[in-house]
């Protein structure tokens, strides 16, 4: 067995995800490597769900009978775990939704509705970067054309990283706001938040981070990123699907419009008017995904007791051994930086000329699942110049034998097509 520095007790982490038993294809043990589109789940969420389901289902804020209150308190228990696990000020600045994209929608809706000084309008600037999700494009895309205002980007390096170069250009006096990924789905680079972060303070700009891919990997504490929103996922981080969060600045929160309206995001409610409940609840229109929310509580503090220190060392020691093997193999050509520093655990790569659908095709057959395509993120596959490309990612319960495993499949890819 291959020891590297940094490594988790993966044999140990394993038992707790059932679907990592799972024989798939003429008896092949399934060797899971898309963690980047979503996790497994392990036994202490999934037994989180169903015992909300077999002895506390209710809906919340309404009922006044001992399960009612129950449902309530484990779904704003929840809200408070996700506050710790972010190092929020206040558990109100936690917002549910069903995903980052809805997270990342809301803030877009808000500020096309805001008075100033929040609003965008024609007369003010939008940026973003070249390689954002689309989750973090076309929502800004509607509103600068809904309201008239300009998008600008940053592009990319050759070797995968923010152009930065033109900072000033791209973040002016006339930008509203920065939103960027924190870690790429696709690159897999970390980008470097204090430098755009404090450009876009220069401008008075406010700052949205789509932490997606960085929340399930590494200590994310929103007062050091200093930003305005942040936004992340909870089926990548262990929890269930069904389940996002908004991570707004409380001040903010109380100045800008919902986004959505029904019931208990109001105060008062009449035929001429309303008026809105305070933030969190203001931005949770209608019954909450309240069981997705008891699971993701429960992912909380099974990566808390972990450690998301210990985490981030273990996928670091992984896709360290992955990049150097990947390497190896013949006409494997890495998409986005090529060292294991400054990367997250998702790496995307082309083979030759054999078409990544093909390849992923030919893995799973060896029981490997990885990711083909572009990732929701066609603007990166774009700028350089292929269709898509197969992605592999890692997490807390990859080990250096599924690696190998991979590296030998690329080999039998490589063979099956000449």
């Given amino acids: 067995m291959i020891q590297l520095p940094g490594l988790l007790d993966t044999e140990a982490i394993r038992k707790d995800f059932?679907?990592?038993?799972?024989?798939?294809?003429?008896?092949?043990?399934?060797?899971?490597?898309?963690?980047?589109?979503?996790?497994?789940?392990?036994?202490?969420?999934?037994?989180?769900?169903n015992e909300y389901y077999e002895r506390h289902n209710a809906n919340v804020h309404r009922g006044v009978?001992?399960?009612?209150?129950?449902?309530?308190?484990?779904?704003?228990g929840a809200r408070d775990k996700v506050a710790g696990f972010i190092n929020a000020p206040s558990r109100n600045e936690v917002i549910f939704t069903k995903n980052a994209s809805e997270s990342l929608n809301l803030v877009a809706n808000m500020l096309g509705w805001a008075d100033e000084p929040y609003r965008v309008d024609h007369e003010t600037e939008i940026a973003i970067t070249e390689m954002e999700h689309h989750s973090n494009i076309v929502p800004w895309q509607l509103l600068a054309q809904r309201t008239g205002a300009k998008l600008k980007w940053f592009g990319l390096t050759d070797d995968g990283r923010l152009d930065l170069s033109n900072i000033e250009e791209v973040i002016t006096e006339k930008t509203k706001v920065v939103s960027f990924t924190l870690v790429s789905n696709l690159l897999g680079t970390v980008n470097p938040v204090e430098t755009i972060v404090r450009r876009a303070q220069e401008v008075g700009a406010l700052v949205c981070i789509d932490a997606s891919q960085a929340a399930?990997?590494?200590?994310?504490?929103?007062?050091?990123?200093?930003a305005d929103f942040v936004a992340f996922t909870g089926h990548k981080m262990c929890g269930p699907t069904g389940i996002g969060v908004l991570w707004g600045r409380q001040e903010l929160l109380e100045d800008l419009p919902p986004f959505l309206g029904g019931g208990e995001m109001i105060e008062t409610v009449s035929m001429h008017s309303s008026t809105y409940a305070p933030a969190p609840h203001k931005f949770?229109?209608?019954?909450?995904?309240?069981?997705?929310?008891?699971?993701?509580?429960?992912?909380?503090?099974?990566?808390?007791?972990?450690?998301?220190?210990?985490?981030?060392?273990?996928?670091?020691?992984?896709?360290?051994?992955?990049?150097?093997?990947?390497?190896e193999v013949p006409d494997l050509r890495i998409i986005g930086p090529v060292t294991a520093e400054d990367r997250g655990a998702a790496i995307s790569f082309t083979l030759g000329d054999i078409h990544p659908?093909?390849?992923?095709?030919?893995?799973?057959?060896?029981?490997?699942?990885?990711?083909?395509?572009?990732?929701?993120?066609?603007?990166?596959?774009?700028?350089?110049?292929?269709?898509?490309?197969?992605?592999?990612?890692?997490?807390?319960?990859?080990?250096p034998a599924e690696v190998d495993a991979l590296v030998d499949g690329l080999e039998h890819v490589r063979n099956f097509f000449g």
């Avoid at 503090?301 to 990049?323: F, N, Q």
């Fill in 216 to 226: 399930p990997h590494m200590v994310l504490d929103v007062q050091a990123l200093q």
């Fill in 357 to 399: 659908h093909d390849v992923g095709q030919v893995l799973d057959e060896q029981g490997i699942a990885v990711r083909v395509g572009h990732h929701c993120a066609r603007p990166v596959c774009l700028r350089y110049g292929i269709p898509a490309t197969t992605r592999a990612s890692f997490y807390l319960y990859s080990t």
């Fill in 65 to 76: 009978y001992t399960v009612a209150e129950e449902a309530t308190a484990l779904y704003e």
């Fill in 284 to 327: 949770e229109a209608g019954t909450p995904p309240i069981a997705q929310a008891v699971g993701l509580g429960a992912a909380v503090d099974y990566l808390s007791a972990i450690g998301m220190d210990k985490i981030a060392a273990h996928e670091h020691a992984i896709t360290e051994y992955a990049v150097r093997r990947l390497q």
């Fill in 18 to 49: 059932p679907l990592l038993d799972r024989v798939v294809h003429d008896g092949k043990k399934i060797v899971y490597l898309d963690s980047a589109a979503t996790s497994q789940k392990p036994r202490q969420v999934l037994d989180a769900l």
